[in-house]
């Protein structure tokens, strides 16, 4: 049972444009949504994290709207760059309780010049 | 400073094999964590540690298990290999056990085929 759904598998994106990703959990228990950034041989490494008390959270480029009625929360890359380039995960977690992340399946982003 | 750091990087086993992972958590950090990375999925869970106690244990076998030695650093065992634990090994550590302040900082990870 894949508690947290991502979408699209993969993106492709021109420079400048936005890249759009969505998640959707059914967990109702999970209080903490961040996303990773993995490259090629590397560990995930934290992009950005909401709180479900918030509908959205901006840092530089990046920005996570979340919708707590119908369990989605997305994440919005503007102005993407040929480094944007990579894997993203969406993923929870019941935070107050545990870092025992639930993660998407990943979106393979690749932004073309 | 040292991020999480992980050994080996990549290994080679046969089925019904057993296989240790290593992992030094980042200086300070007392909560390690290990998820298995399949080609082409997510992360998933499989045990988190805190302070040497197992404080969470994901969907696996009992031929996986783990331990915290008193500085921190943490061992993966894996028992009888199948080809289906072939996979990324990824340990990661945290300031705290859990909070929405602190965040997991994980390793390049550990390679596991199993032929």
């Known amino acids: 049972q894949q508690q947290v759904k991502q979408s699209p598998q993969s993106l492709i994106v021109q420079k400048g444009g936005i890249s759009i990703i969505n998640c959707a959990y059914e967990?109702?228990?999970?209080?903490?949504f961040p996303w990773y950034q993995q490259f090629p041989g590397k560990g995930p490494a934290l992009l950005i994290a909401?709180?479900?008390?918030?509908s959205e959270k901006k840092e530089g480029r990046f920005t996570i709207s979340f919708n707590k009625s119908a369990k989605q929360f997305s994440l919005h890359i503007m102005d993407s760059q040929p480094g944007d380039s990579a894997t993203y995960f969406c993923a929870a977690s019941g935070a107050a309780g545990s870092y025992q992340l639930t993660f998407g399946k990943g979106t393979k982003l690749s932004v073309i010049p | 400073d040292a991020g999480v750091t992980q050994s080996p990087t990549h290994l080679i086993k046969t089925r019904g094999q057993h296989v240790t992972l290593r992992c030094s958590p980042i200086?300070?950090?007392?909560?390690v964590s290990w998820y298995q990375q399949v080609l082409g999925q997510g992360p998933q869970f499989i045990f988190q540690?805190?302070?040497?106690?197992?404080?969470g244990r994901g969907n696996f076998p009992d031929r996986f298990s783990a331990r915290q030695f008193p500085n921190y650093s943490s061992e993966l065992n894996v028992n009888a290999l199948l080809l289906g634990d072939s996979a990324l090994y990824l340990c990661a550590s945290s300031l705290r056990l859990a909070g929405f302040s602190g965040e997991l900082f994980f390793g390049e990870g550990s390679r596991l085929t199993v032929l």
């Open positions: 967990n109702t228990a999970f209080d903490y």
């Open positions: 540690y805190y302070e040497k106690e197992e404080r």
């Open positions: 909401i709180r479900p008390d918030v």
């Open positions: 200086s300070g950090h007392k909560s």
